[in-house]
């Protein structure tokens, strides 16, 4: 192998390792310079946000985004439909049938949970239900995106591109499950939960093609648990006031400190979602083939 060829295919394009690599590097770079650039507005943005956290989401979400922006102009000279970010991605039907796809498969296994007595009611500090709403609605929001671009956004094209769809499925719903190992009673069976989460948006993205529905299946999907249930997600607790949701029965089926998607019940719930998928996506080829 030549010198050249080490870098460039025989497409004459750089190779799929270098290009991830340069990804990483410039998404570093740029949340590093939206940070400098933001600098005190950090503080002032958390305090309107009601969150010490989202301005460094907010950041890392510009950051992954300018990355992508870079990346498609000035080193794959592809438009926005490569990442699935382009605008008939952005259609509205797309999105909601995103956000309904990530909603139904937790919410309806915690009703039932619910309604058996395995997840309670307790009551929590009185507060605004609505405004604790509109800041863990607006977090949620934007941590959706961050963790959407990074983990199904370039990363992935790339790695279609290179190895096809099912080991880019693989390799980055593992890397999204890794990416949660840090969390607050984090263990080997919420990691593997969150893989299968990783699985299951991946999934959307490649039916409906588009990263916007995995975002807004993403988003809803911790919507559902930390805004309607107030229950914690990946072991993150959010402003819960009036009542919060909390487990009462077998850890190993409710997820326990971890939240619902750390049990049977989310599991089952993701598993039946994939079926329907998969079902969508095994008819729309067999009448494109017909």
């Known amino acids: ?3 050249r060829a080490l870098f460039i295919g025989a497409d004459g394009r750089l190779r799929t390792p270098w290009r991830i690599l340069i990804f990483l590097i410039v998404a570093t770079v740029c949340i590093q310079i939206i940070a400098i650039a933001l600098g005190p507005a950090r503080h002032a943005i958390d305090r309107m946000a009601g969150s010490n956290t989202f301005a460094a989401t907010f950041v890392t979400a510009a950051g992954l985004l300018a990355a992508h922006a870079i990346m498609l102009r000035w080193i794959d000279r592809r438009d926005w439909a ?3 970010l382009d605008a008939h991605a952005a259609r509205p039907v ?3 049938r995103g956000w309904v796809l990530g909603a139904l498969p937790i919410l309806l296994p915690s009703l039932l949970l619910l309604s058996i007595g395995w997840f309670v009611e307790r009551t929590s500090a009185q507060g605004s239900w609505w405004l604790a709403a509109l800041h863990v609605s607006l977090l949620l929001f934007v941590a959706a995106l961050t963790e959407e671009l990074l ?3 370039y990363l992935f094209a790339a790695l279609r591109e290179w190895l096809g769809w099912r080991w880019a499925l693989a390799l980055t719903s593992l ?3 890794l990416l949660h190992l840090a969390n607050p009673g984090s263990d080997a069976r919420s990691v593997a939960l969150v893989t299968l989460a990783g699985i299951f948006l991946g999934a959307v993205l490649v039916v409906t093609g588009s990263l916007y529905a995995a975002w807004m299946a993403h988003w809803a ?3 559902i648990m930390a805004v309607a249930l107030h229950a914690s997600v990946s072991g993150v607790a959010f402003e819960a006031p009036d009542y ?3 487990d009462a029965g077998p850890d ?10 750390g049990g049977a019940g989310a599991a089952a719930g993701m598993f039946v979602g994939l079926a329907y998928l998969y079902w969508r996506k095994k008819t729309r080829d067999e009448r494109l083939q017909g």
């Open 175 to 177: 890397g999204f499950g």
């Open 221 to 223: 999907w911790n919507w």
């Open 94 to 96: 797309v999105l909601a």
């Open 1 to 3: 192998m030549t010198p």
């Open 151 to 153: 983990s199904r956004g």
């Open 252 to 261: 190993w089926i409710t997820g326990g400190v971890w939240g619902p998607e």
């Open 82 to 84: 490569y990442v699935s």
């Open 244 to 246: 919060r949701m909390v």
